[in-house]
């Protein structure tokens, strides 16, 4: 049956047939890889004790074998964590030692972390059939019956965009050195358990694997200084460069086969996979974003990219040796010729002597001649040469599409289908620049800004500061229509807040200038409160020549996009409103009509989490959602929804391609963006198997839901029945989770029971912590660390709090068959509670007592019979649901994979207790006071190495 068809039997069909027939959810496999067998693990759990091994033989050279015996020691104490004892060893070792054994339970976990992800790459690939097959086969279904037009299907494929945005604030807790030492130690692992190697590799591999360990124990796991901006971008461009040589090709090859297996052609001029970048265009709270920086990070990541794409060329020239002799080639591609050879004529000297004959690799010459003085050209800061280099990614785009349609013209296909359409797919996915830069800002500025420029011109009857929103509104839409300069001739704005945001304006447009209009399409704007709030940063937008769309003008023009960015639970509740009464401004429509009628909205999973709960921003995003996609289609106007997905569960974390698939129907209509933060980009991205299946996951589920997914079939009484029963869930777990932080106690338990005070000096990222201007309580605590604290002390409350009140709350009011059917055949509500279910798994409240006991004020440690109830409820009235007799029976592996780690989380969480203590010994209230380096070493690779075993930060 077609995923939208109702049974046809020749009767209605019943509301559980529509049910199943509306949205069936994916099978596991698809997304998630395949149950792995006994054999799988036994080769898992033989590589970690290898691995352990090796890890105790270069503690004992390196730090001696009574270490050694300690570091036994204390794993052998963890089993029982309870233990007085092992506790009291701990409080008599020095902090010397402390450091060892914090770093060698650190190594142990990146080593298992490193382990399992190539199992887990081996596992999800057992089955042969990824999920791009998968989703092509749900489409040759509903082609076949019928129940698929083919041409909506190619239109929405020409549209259909997947781009994974990587963060500037990675809270990354691991060093890129030490990551790719872990990569090597991945790569000999694979090569040791490879049955076709040779006779002899066995010792090679084992003797290569023993010296990257003893270098990762040698290895500094802690950065010596925080990263600024550039260090981000270098980051985020190591892994986009590992992608883009490693997994892009095969990736795109295979998109490309399975939608020839249904007899749909993807066209060359789609970009159904691109990458987007906050690194060095997040300017919202980063005091060292600047412009200076953000031309910067533009100029690095563009020569890295095209450094990248030079090599690719360079690869493709050894294979397109095809002969005139043989091969006929276009009157187009000789003319491009020829127009070549005029634009570089020593170029043409040198390649025609020996290539005269071979058509297709003198136009690659020529490419890679003109990406190079494209590398050149933006190094030194000349004017772009027509002809002579590129000015922009079409014009790359052109050329490789006519080596191609030439070997199409003479029949070719085999070769026209081949390296050429890889490297064309890959450049369309990475452009000039690997991937696009957002720029994003915070509301306040904007008005800041205008603040100024509108009092200096003395037309407002009192302060623009003074006026109430409405007014604002009405100002900035009459500003917005018309075409009169803010900022005139001969009128300098000074050193303030007009200079700093008009100074941002002229280095985007800047950007657009020189690198094409690729390099920044978005302008995001964070703590978007009502429609003034956009219309006041495209004011200063025009003032700065970025657009046009006054009244009478023949063509509005506009060089970006504006998206709102809506962060707590109330800015959701709204959004959809907001969005209806931006529209509804002629000149912003204009603006949008500018950019294609496609207007981006972003929404934030961490502020409105920390705000109301899991529940209740789960929920808010999802009617929001609805709500968006409604208000869009009667404006006309195409919605590009950017989640702003955090690593955890508390901020929106989980599998990306069941996410995509759990959105609401019609929400996708071909392009989508999602944040790509921290931990989980070294866990996705690190090697390039799990990078590949990874990212074609998510991209299959983009196509299935943006193709398949576009209406709902069920009736409206079980909607509204599903949603009311979500919003007793979520208004329940929103009272609940609202009165925990609101509580006088928390803030006093959040600091004492984690190491929340300690995490600004873990140098994971160029951003404060904290705020700027607050007084230092929970609202002006950033979303990281709110849930970075948590998840160290294994409380982890961000991600289920609440769930419990809201699951009770609805199974007394009489819904109990109507959780447990939404559970079995809505995947948002599904995916909602597997994810809660992850996290309640790791979640340990007896460690977290420990911290209790130890460390949090007797005044205030009541709160924690408050959590433990919660935690209580929430376990059992998920297992009701789910109809499990404990957590992750249903998902046996995760679950193994979760107790494995608690054995030696143990001592870590026992070694943070003893060290937070001695540390507020010494510096009593005062969280700024100097500690022995010692001490603070050991207490941040405690940090770091718990971090490591529950792969999670924030």
Known sequence: MPPHSAPSTGRAASTEELIQADRREPRVADFAGAVSSDEQHAALRASVRQLGALLGEAIARHEGPKMLALVEQVRELSRNPDDDALHELLAEQDDATAVVLARAFTNYFQLVNMTEQLHRWREVTADGDGPLAAMAGRIGEA?????????????????????????????????????RLLRKVAQVVDLAEDPRRRPGDEARTA???????????????????????????????????????????????????QLASIDVELPVTARPLRFGSWAGGDRDGNPFVTPEVTLEVLALQHDTGLKTLIAEVEELLTEMSAT?????????????????AEALPITWSTINRLNAEEPYRLKL?????????????LEKGTPHEPGRDYLGFDELLTDLALVRESMRADGDLLTADGAILRLIRTATAVGLGLATLDVREHSEKHHDALAELFDRTGELDGPYAELDR????????????????????????????????????????????TYGPDVIE??????????????AVVVLAREAGLLDVGEGLDEPWARIGFAPLFETVAELEIAGSLLDRLLSDPAYRRVVGARGDVQEIMLGYSDSSKDAGIAASQWQIHRAQRSLRDVAREHGVRLRLFHGRGGSVGRGGGPTAQAIAAQPNGTLDGPIKVTEQGEVISDKYLLPGLGRFNLEGALAAVVESSVLHRSSLLPRDVLDDWNATMDVVAGSGQTAYRGVVRDPALVPFFNAATPVGELGKMNIGSRPSKRPGGEGGLDDLRAIPWVFGWTQSRIILPGWFGVGSGLAAAREDGRADMLREMYGSWPFFRTFLSNVQMTLTKTDLDIAARYVRTLVPDDAAGLFDLVRAEHERTVAEVLRVTEQSELLEQAPVLKQTLALRDAYLAPLHALQ??????????????PDADVP??????????????AAGLRNTG
């Open 522 to 535: 978005t302008y995001i704007v964070s703590m978007t409160h009502d429609v003034d709030d956009l219309l």
């Open 324 to 340: 005139t002799r043989v091969v006929t080639a276009s009157d187009d591609l000789l003319a491009s010729l020829e127009s070549d």
């Open 207 to 257: 003797s290569r694997l023993a010296e990257l360990v003893d270098l990762l124990w040698q290895t500094d796991e802690l950065r010596v200084a925080k990263p600024e901006p550039m260090d981000e971008a270098r980051t985020a461009l190591y892994y986009l460069t590992q992608i883009t040589q490693h997994v892009l090709p095969g990736l795109m090859n295979e998109l490309q086969r």
């Open 933 to 946: 380096p010692d001490l603070e070493r050991a207490l941040l690779l405690t940090i770091n190495g718990i």
């Open 470 to 513: 409405e007014a604002r509104i009405a100002l900035l839409g009459r500003e917005l229509a018309g075409r009169r300069p803010l900022v005139g001739a001969g009128r300098p704005v000074g050193g303030g807040a007009a200079a700093a945001s008009l100074d941002l304006m002229t280095t985007i447009r800047t950007a657009l200038d």
């Open 143 to 179: 082609l076949e019956s019928g129940g698929l037009d083919r041409d909506l299907l190619t239109d929405v494929l020409d549209r259909v965009e997947y781009r994974p945005v990587f963060t500037a604030h990675p809270t990354e807790s691991s060093r890129r050195t030490v990551l």
């Open 365 to 377: 010459s020529f490419v890679r001649v003109r990406l190079m003085r494209t590398r050149d050209r």
């Open 913 to 926: 207790v003893s060290l937070l203590a001695r540390s507020r010994d010494l510096t009593g209230d005062d």
